[in-house]
């Protein structure tokens, strides 16, 4: 079966089944791990949430994810940063709400203090709860850029923008945009590039990557071009 789309815009669908999607794509599989040339690591790790990860970029245009969480490693994850968005989302969330409630518990007890003496064990407790605040906010402080499918909102990875230092990461970032690009640079034009897309994002939700309910998002924001 062939559905034509334009003159010149053609998606082969012999070997596909409808609407299960079982794809196949020759050439466009992940190439066996004993042909991977590693081109760059980055490991970031929380120490508060005791969660390594290792993110290891080979053969240009893949990534590798693995996760060790309280000694435990998670499942790898290998991605094909063709289907990746170019420009990732970045999100910063400084909690700027728990240091202000944090310093109204140091000030204000301080303030009253300053103008009605009371015992001093009066101010402990506000100021241990100002000290939890402002650890709260430390600990919960977020800034990272979060890499969504392609053609998608859909979040693959998300990367620490301050670990292990900025330097290491805005490199890291410079180099994946590369892969990226290159990998989408082997993509055919129009509507030719779906049954790939879809296909890599096939196998994504069968290796627990995506849910279920993503991948069908997915397809049809592809099958809706």
Same mark, same amino acid.
């Given at each position: 079966?062939?559905?034509a789309?334009?003159?010149?815009?053609?998606?082969?669908l012999?070997?596909?089944?409808?609407?299960?999607?079982? +794809?196949?794509?020759?050439?466009?599989?992940?190439?066996?791990?004993?042909?991977?040339?590693?081109?760059?690591?980055?490991?970031?790790?929380?120490?508060?949430?005791?969660?390594?990860?290792?993110?290891?970029?080979?053969?240009?245009?893949?990534?590798?994810i693995?996760?060790?969480?309280?000694?435990?490693?998670?499942?790898?994850q290998?991605?094909?940063?063709t289907?990746?968005?170019?420009?990732?989302?970045?999100?910063?969330?400084?909690?700027?709400?728990?240091?202000?409630v944090?310093?109204?518990?140091?000030?204000?007890?301080?303030?009253?203090?300053?103008?009605?003496?009371?015992?001093?064990?009066?101010?402990?407790?506000?100021?241990?709860?100002?000290?939890?605040?402002?650890?709260?906010?430390?600990r919960?402080?977020?800034?990272?850029?979060?890499?969504?499918?392609l053609?998608?909102?859909?979040?693959?990875f998300?990367?620490?923008?301050?670990?292990?230092?900025?330097?290491?990461?805005?490199?890291?970032?410079?180099?994946?945009?590369?892969?990226?690009?290159?990998?989408?640079?082997?993509?055919?034009?129009?509507?030719?590039?779906?049954?790939?897309?879809?296909?890599? +994002?096939?196998?994504?939700?069968?290796?627990?990557?995506?849910?279920?309910?993503?991948?069908?998002?997915?397809?049809r924001?592809?099958?809706?071009?």
């Amino acid at each position: 079966m062939t559905i034509a789309v334009t003159q010149e815009d053609v998606i082969e669908l012999d070997r596909w089944s409808v609407p299960d999607l079982e +794809m196949q794509r020759d050439g466009w599989s992940v190439p066996p791990r004993d042909s991977w040339r590693i081109d760059r690591r980055l490991r970031q790790t929380r120490v508060s949430a005791k969660t390594s990860t290792l993110f290891t970029r080979f053969n240009s245009h893949y990534l590798l994810i693995q996760i060790n969480r309280r000694k435990k490693d998670l499942p790898e994850q290998v991605l094909d940063l063709t289907f990746v968005q170019e420009e990732p989302r970045e999100i910063r969330d400084y909690r700027l709400g728990l240091w202000l409630v944090g310093a109204i518990c140091m000030t204000v007890p301080a303030a009253l203090y300053s103008v009605f003496p009371a015992p001093l064990p009066w101010l402990i407790a506000p100021l241990v709860l100002a000290v939890v605040f402002m650890s709260l906010a430390v600990r919960t402080t977020r800034h990272v850029f979060e890499f969504r499918a392609l053609n998608s909102d859909v979040v693959l990875f998300t990367i620490d923008a301050r670990t292990p230092s900025r330097e290491r990461v805005d490199l890291f970032l410079t180099e994946l945009r590369e892969g990226i690009l290159r990998g989408q640079r082997q993509l055919p034009e129009g509507k030719r590039r779906i049954p790939l897309a879809v296909a890599e +994002m096939r196998r994504l939700a069968e290796a627990g990557v995506i849910g279920k309910d993503d991948y069908e998002q997915i397809k049809r924001n592809w099958f809706a071009m």
